[in-house]
């Protein structure tokens, strides 16, 4: 087999797909399968060209083949028109979302790409990324070897596809034409992991007058822990927000005693730092620090299957029949976090002086005898778990993520004597996931300190009459440095341990438990429509037409487990019974959608195309309804040269999770320096998202093999619906009482604790937040995006070299209010875009690639580039506080080779080598000390993928 032209140009990007008419091949023969004319994605007419007025870029697999066929997560994030994707199952930047992946177009959010399959709905993952409230479409449920090209529309398309179109579409095409037996293998691997695996396999039967073609993969990846890359722990000094935590264990205590000038008779009288926080591992900062991401994961374990079957076949009457299933898994079995996280309220902490813990330590540690001997007691400022790692485990505390997609699609198509086809098609689509997240107690851990842990019932705090401290199955929880036995990352002794002292594994299992819930997506939708053309006749031949109709009910539901269920378990301040994570009530809403909708491809003249189409939503409801129109034009100025044009309105109805429930998420507090519990509240009154876009392109070839295009977008969007940033509600909180305004109403969304009782809220004592999902500021976001490729015809051979940037001209975000608050805005382009609740925006990516085809060979290198962008919030100070102006997060570069053998004989083998000079993601001011929304952290890659065909090929 010859490598030909149409995979030259390949994954970087994007191979536009051929000219001319998008017909399959068409067999008139009665009771032989007949070829539908192509419908493409932008447009519901059939028979519309390829190379219409609509900017669709076109990915076959042949092209990802010819770059080492790279998961739809790698291809999706090396996109110029990505930005800001999840999908490295890290759980600093996918908060609970590990194991999916997902696709943002245009920077404006996942859930504002539309994401089809056959150019069908897909439902919504059951899980929300949780700082944005969106629910987004799983693209990790699709088998790669189903897949036979990826349609790419950088266009909205609410006139033509509904809801969640405004940053375009993604349409993912399955295979149809296999015949025979396909099995394909793939390996790679990195520094610091044991390896990733991907094996699938197809098998494809061809008949007279049907197809039947059936896809299955299966796709493992290894645990990598943070702790095997060197730029993601860094030392405090480097960054001192790279996961560095104020509340440690060992921790810091405030001794307790008589105060005859506080009216109560006792507080505060002093603080006691434990003297064993470096020989556990830990730093001093004024207080002891715990780097908790030594304890997570860059990559969780991971393992996932997916099979997809289809079956098409023309009965008698030339009515077509399309049916086609699908289910996929997804297992994250053991997924990693710190080994306890910080307590939201600390008052509950207290221990009495005759601990056995607090006696040890008194009579270990002479200096602070004095103070503490003068004490009844103590309050622990501190997490339960830290240097000395999670005692069921070892190491980290260990929990869950478990994923499962069923999708059942049927559609028949035909023709009307006069022409006119008509479809209609019923897809229904349900997605499970269950996540188990273990947290501490609350009052667990209050008698478990006073020593009737095991005994009592950490859920209540009941303690069994007659019990003893201490004694029988009663057990003391040991905040001290005395119980830890050794750093549990580095295995190094404790030098101030005491036997008997430790906390036991028993105990530790009794204080904690799983914050979890299983939540379900459904997606029922009904398609009919007709299309054709007319008898009107314009300029350049006859006018095509479409109508169509839709119903589609959406189903969400959320089923808590007991402990986590806020109605049966409220906890001692309504939040739910854990230190750190709130529970969430039971939920389960639907909605139903109906839709109706019109589109004319219009040959104005022979050289000129104009599409024409506009449709109606009703949400009914608070919601109501939306009206949306779109008009685009293509002119071929002559046979090389052509000018293509867009406008439309675009909308997105809110999903179900953004109209009411609540959620608690975990988000770094900078003024606090820690982790803290950001609580979400849904709005059922929210508005529609709206968008006003165009796009304004050029196109141009010769017959020299060269090739370009150059396109303007913009997008003007309205009541665009996010979740309040938890920093711009801090920092107005901040401001607030730094004027000495203490009855802000911003400040109702901040509940402090007050620690060392002097009556003053300051930032260490901030406990959680509270945010609404709402319509937010407008955006208006401008861009480029540019393509070149020149392709030489050397006889024997080939060889091109193309590239493709895109440039983000603006992100401009208006101001808006929260309470009493204004929240400024601003252009976010260039900017990290952690202190609001935009992603990151690099101004702009580029892709260069050089491609020699030689016979059954093929060599390709890809250079890929990041621009350099700016943390606005500036650089950490020593007390981990942002300050100065903004600080650079540099460009990255990296190339990657590829080699490609197709053999005569169904064979065929693939080396890739990725990040080939090992290129470091670089520094960024977060947990992980990267950008995982922009950067591949993984280093250099070697793959091998080997693929075999068995009988007619495809």
Same mark, same amino acid.
């Given at each position: 087999m010859k490598f030909v032209k149409g995979l030259a140009f390949g994954a970087s990007g994007i191979a536009i797909a051929a000219a001319g008419p998008a017909y399959a091949q068409d067999n008139e023969d009665d009771g032989e399968l007949r070829q539908q004319k192509v419908t493409v994605t932008g447009s519901a007419i059939a028979g519309t060209p390829e190379d219409a007025a609509l900017p669709v870029d076109v990915l076959t697999a042949g092209d990802l083949k010819l770059e080492g066929d790279p998961s739809i997560t790698e291809l999706i994030r090396n996109l110029g028109v990505s930005t800001g994707v999840d999908g490295q199952t890290n759980q600093f930047s996918s908060n609970g979302l590990e194991g999916t992946s997902n696709i943002n177009l245009r920077g404006l959010g996942p859930g504002r790409t539309l994401v089809l399959l056959n150019g069908k709905r897909q439902v919504f993952a059951p899980y929300a990324i949780g700082e944005q409230a969106q629910l987004f479409v799983d693209t990790n449920t699709l088998p790669s070897a189903a897949i036979g090209r990826i349609e790419v529309l950088k266009d909205g398309a609410a006139a033509v596809y509904g809801s969640d179109a405004i940053a375009g579409v993604v349409n993912f095409i399955t295979r149809d034409d296999l015949e025979g037996f396909e099995v394909s293998a793939q390996y790679e691997t990195f520094e610091g992991t044991d390896g990733e695996y991907d094996v699938s396999a197809a098998y494809g039967l061809q008949g007279d007058n049907w197809n039947w073609v059936t896809s299955a993969g299966y796709q493992f990846r290894s645990e990598v822990g943070l702790i095997e890359k060197d730029w993601a722990i860094r030392p405090y000094e480097e960054n001192p927000v790279g996961g560095w935590s104020s509340l440690s264990n060992p921790g810091y205590f405030v001794i307790i005693g008589a105060r005859p000038d506080l009216p109560s008779g006792s507080g505060p009288i002093g603080q006691v730092n434990d003297s064993g926080c470096t020989d556990a591992g830990g730093i001093v900062v004024g207080t002891c620090r715990f780097q908790f991401t030594q304890f997570d994961n860059l990559v969780e374990e991971e393992e996932r299957y997916q099979i997809f079957s289809e079956y098409n076949t023309t009965f008698g009457n030339d009515i077509d029949f399309h049916l086609e299933g699908l289910y996929a898994h997804t297992d994250v079995p053991e997924w990693k976090t710190s080994p306890s996280y910080p307590p939201q309220v600390l008052t509950n902490q207290f221990l009495a002086a005759s601990h056995p813990g607090y006696q040890q330590y008194l009579a270990d540690n002479p200096d602070a005898a004095a103070l503490m001997g003068a004490g009844f007691g103590?309050?622990?400022?501190?997490?339960?778990?830290?240097?000395?790692?999670?005692?069921?485990?070892?190491?980290?505390?260990?929990?869950?993520?478990?994923?499962?997609?069923?999708?059942? !699609?049927?559609?028949?198509?035909?023709?009307?004597?006069?022409?006119?086809?008509?479809?209609?098609?019923?897809?229904?689509?349900?997605?499970?996931?269950?996540?188990?997240?273990?947290?501490?107690?609350?009052?667990?851990?209050?008698?478990?300190?006073?020593?009737?842990?095991?005994?009592?019932?950490?859920?209540?705090?009941?303690?069994?009459?007659?019990?003893?401290?201490?004694?029988?199955?009663?057990?003391?929880?040991? /905040?001290?440095?005395?119980?830890?036995?050794?750093?549990?990352?580095?295995?190094?002794?404790?030098?101030?341990?005491?036997?008997?002292?430790?906390?036991?594994?028993?105990?530790?299992?009794?204080?904690?438990?799983?914050?979890?819930?299983?939540?379900?997506? #459904?997606?029922?939708?009904?398609?009919?429509?007709?299309?054709?053309?007319?008898?009107?006749?314009?300029?350049?031949?006859?006018?095509?037409?479409?109508?169509?109709?839709?119903?589609?009910?959406?189903?969400?539901?959320?089923?808590?487990?007991?402990?986590?269920?806020?109605?049966?378990?409220?906890?001692?301040?309504?939040?739910?019974?854990?230190?750190?994570?709130?529970?969430?009530?039971?939920?389960?809403?639907?909605?139903?959608?109906?839709?109706?909708?019109?589109?004319?491809?219009? /040959?104005?003249?022979?050289?000129?195309?104009?599409?024409?189409?506009?449709?109606?939503?009703?949400?009914?409801?608070?919601?109501?309804?939306?009206?949306? /129109?779109?008009?685009?034009?293509?002119? #071929?100025?002559?046979?090389?040269?052509?000018?293509?044009?867009?406008?439309?309105?675009?909308?997105?109805?809110?999903?179900?999770?953004?109209?009411?429930?609540?959620?608690?998420?975990?988000?770094?507090?900078?003024?606090?320096?820690?982790?803290?519990?950001?609580?979400?509240?849904?709005?059922?009154?929210?508005?529609?998202?709206?968008?006003?876009?165009?796009?304004?392109?050029?196109?141009?070839?010769?017959?020299?093999?060269?090739?370009?295009?150059?396109?303007?977008?913009?997008?003007?969007?309205? #009541?665009?619906?996010?979740?309040?940033?938890?920093?711009?509600?801090?920092?107005?909180?901040? !401001?607030?009482?730094?004027?000495?305004?203490?009855?802000?109403?911003?400040?109702?969304?901040?509940?402090?604790?007050?620690?060392?009782?002097?009556?003053?809220?300051?930032?260490?004592?901030?406990?959680?937040?509270?945010?609404?999902?709402?319509?937010?500021?407008?955006?208006?976001?401008?861009?480029?995006?540019?393509?070149?490729?020149?392709?030489?015809?050397?006889?024997?051979?080939?060889?091109?070299?193309?590239?493709?940037?895109?440039?983000?001209?603006?992100?401009?975000?208006?101001?808006?209010?929260?309470?009493?608050?204004?929240?400024?805005?601003?252009?976010?382009?260039?900017?990290?875009?952690?202190?609001?609740?935009?992603?990151?925006? /690099?101004?702009?990516?580029?892709?260069?690639?050089?491609?020699?085809?030689?016979?059954?060979?093929?060599?390709?290198?890809?250079?890929?580039?990041?621009?350099?962008?700016? #943390?606005?919030?500036?650089?950490?100070?020593?007390?981990?506080?942002?300050?100065?102006?903004?600080?650079?997060?540099?460009?990255?570069?990296?190339?990657?080779?590829?080699?490609?053998?197709?053999?005569?004989?169904?064979?065929?083998?693939?080396?890739?080598?990725?990040?080939?000079?090992?290129?470091?993601?670089?520094?960024?001011?977060?947990?992980?000390?990267y950008d995982p929304y922009t950067h591949n952290p993984f280093g250099r890659t070697f793959k091998v993928s080997v693929t075999k065909t068995f009988g007619g090929g495809s």
């Open positions: 103590a309050l622990y400022i501190g997490r339960s778990f830290g240097w000395g790692g999670f005692p069921a485990t070892g190491g980290a505390q260990e929990g869950f993520r478990t994923y499962d997609s069923y999708r059942l !699609a049927g559609e028949l198509n035909g023709e009307f004597s006069n022409d006119v086809q008509w479809n209609t098609a019923l897809t229904w689509h349900r997605t499970e996931g269950e996540r188990i997240t273990n947290d501490t107690y609350i009052n667990g851990l209050t008698i478990a300190l006073q020593g009737f842990g095991v005994c009592g019932d950490a859920n209540t705090g009941a303690v069994p009459a007659g019990a003893v401290p201490g004694q029988g199955e009663c057990e003391y929880y040991n /905040p001290f440095s005395n119980a830890i036995q050794q750093n549990a990352v580095t295995g190094e002794a404790n030098p101030n341990y005491v036997a008997g002292l430790e906390n036991s594994q028993a105990l530790a299992e009794w204080m904690t438990d799983g914050v979890g819930s299983v939540v379900t997506s #459904d997606l029922l939708v009904f398609d009919a429509g007709l299309s054709g053309q007319s008898n009107v006749q314009a300029g350049g031949g006859s006018v095509g037409y479409a109508l169509g109709v839709q119903v589609r009910r959406e189903g969400y539901e959320v089923d808590p487990n007991e402990v986590t269920d806020l109605a049966q378990n409220p906890g001692p301040g309504g939040t739910g019974p854990f230190s750190f994570l709130a529970g969430t009530n039971a939920f389960d809403e639907n909605q139903t959608i109906y839709a109706i909708f019109g589109e004319l491809q219009i /040959p104005l003249f022979d050289d000129v195309n104009v599409q024409v189409a506009t449709r109606y939503e009703d949400y009914g409801g608070e919601v109501g309804s939306t009206f949306d /129109p779109k008009v685009a034009m293509k002119w #071929d100025v002559n046979d090389n040269f052509a000018l293509r044009g867009s406008a439309q309105t675009s909308f997105k109805g809110p999903t179900l999770n953004q109209l009411s429930g609540q959620v608690t998420t975990l988000q770094f507090v900078a003024p606090a320096s820690a982790f803290k519990a950001v609580d979400q509240f849904g709005k059922p009154d929210l508005n529609p998202e709206s968008a006003f876009s165009f796009n304004i392109g050029a196109l141009y070839e010769n017959d020299s093999g060269f090739s370009a295009s150059v396109d303007y977008y913009n997008f003007d969007f309205t #009541d665009p619906i996010i979740v309040e940033d938890q920093a711009s509600i801090v920092n107005a909180a901040l !401001a607030a009482l730094a004027a000495g305004d203490t009855e802000a109403g911003i400040l109702s969304r901040i509940t402090f604790t007050d620690n060392n009782n002097d009556g003053v809220n300051q930032p260490g004592e901030i406990a959680r937040i509270s945010t609404n999902v709402t319509n937010g500021p407008d955006i208006q976001t401008s861009g480029i995006d540019l393509r070149a490729e020149q392709v030489w015809d050397l006889g024997a051979s080939e060889f091109s070299l193309g590239a493709e940037a895109t440039y983000i001209i603006e992100y401009d975000v208006a101001d808006f209010a929260i309470e009493d608050a204004i929240i400024p805005g601003g252009d976010r382009v260039g900017q990290f875009n952690r202190s609001n609740f935009s992603r990151s925006l /690099p101004q702009w990516k580029a892709n260069i690639s050089a491609n020699y085809a030689l016979g059954n060979h093929n060599f390709r290198g890809v250079v890929r580039h990041v621009d350099s962008y700016d #943390d606005e919030r500036g650089a950490p100070n020593q007390a981990g506080a942002f300050v100065g102006g903004p600080s650079e997060i540099d460009s990255m570069t990296t190339l990657d080779l590829f080699y490609t053998w197709q053999s005569d004989y169904g064979l065929d083998v693939g080396l890739s080598v990725v990040n080939a000079f090992d290129e470091d993601p670089p520094l960024a001011y977060f947990d992980v000390s």
